[in-house]
């Protein structure tokens, strides 16, 4: 009997996975079509900058770092000479990353995006590979550690080290830096991590499951 840890990735596309895919990317979609609104002054307040559209922004940001610990595993990069398509996925989301770093270096050089959502999803799915094979347990831990991290961290007193520019992608200074995407490795990579470990202990149930076997028939679908 084969264990979460062990188990196949299914050869046939799981389109719930990708429902939920769609999903996030019109959540992000409209999310973004609100601060452009607000940003271009077309209505009477940035409703993404409120506390509900900062709320909202930090829920489709971690669903997007969940989906991308889950679609690891479906991918299992090493597996069946599955690198190829690992490696172009990476380098391709890098690239975009690179482009929207330098795009807002030009467009918003006082709050330019240095380490935004596609940064830490590239990054993320480089450290995220251990987690592939590791015990479930210790994966479940990683993920509650990297979480709590900010916490943490402000609990001990952040060294003032984890404040230099190059440092804050981590995440664990005290300084928010001003910028138009931050999505540190701390907490975000910990959603990452938790989408692994949540596939790796669900996915027999959910390919076996009636949800798991739904198949679009149609173009709609």
Not at 21 to 40: I, K, Q, S
Not at 53 to 58: D, E, I, L, Q
Not at 195 to 202: F, Q
């Amino acid at each position: 009997m084969h264990t979460p840890s062990s188990t196949p990735t299914p050869i046939r596309r799981l389109a719930v996975v990708d429902l939920a895919r769609g999903v996030a990317l019109l959540a992000m979609a409209f999310y973004h079509l609100t601060w452009d609104l607000g940003f271009l002054r077309l209505t009477p307040e940035n409703l993404a900058l409120t506390p509900v559209g900062r709320a909202a922004a930090h829920g489709i940001a971690g669903s997007f770092l969940v989906l991308v610990g889950i679609s690891l595993v479906l991918a299992r990069p090493g597996r069946a000479g599955r690198w190829r398509p690992y490696l172009l996925r990476l380098a391709r989301i890098a690239a975009a990353a690179g482009a929207i770093s330098l795009a807002t270096v030009f467009l918003f050089p006082d709050s330019w995006i240095f380490f935004g959502i596609l940064h830490c999803i590239a990054v993320a799915s480089v450290l995220a590979l251990p987690a592939l094979v590791a015990p479930l347990p210790l994966v479940g831990l990683a993920a509650a550690l990297v979480l709590a991290g900010p916490h943490l961290a402000a609990l001990a007193g952040s060294p003032a080290l984890l404040d230099a520019p190059g440092l804050l992608f981590l995440g664990l200074g005290a300084t928010v830096p001003t910028t138009n995407d931050y999505v540190p490795l701390f907490p975000w990579f910990g959603f990452v991590l938790a989408g692994v470990g949540l596939c790796r202990v669900a996915l027999p149930r959910l390919a076996a499951s009636a949800i798991g076997t739904i198949a679009p028939r149609d173009r709609a679908g």
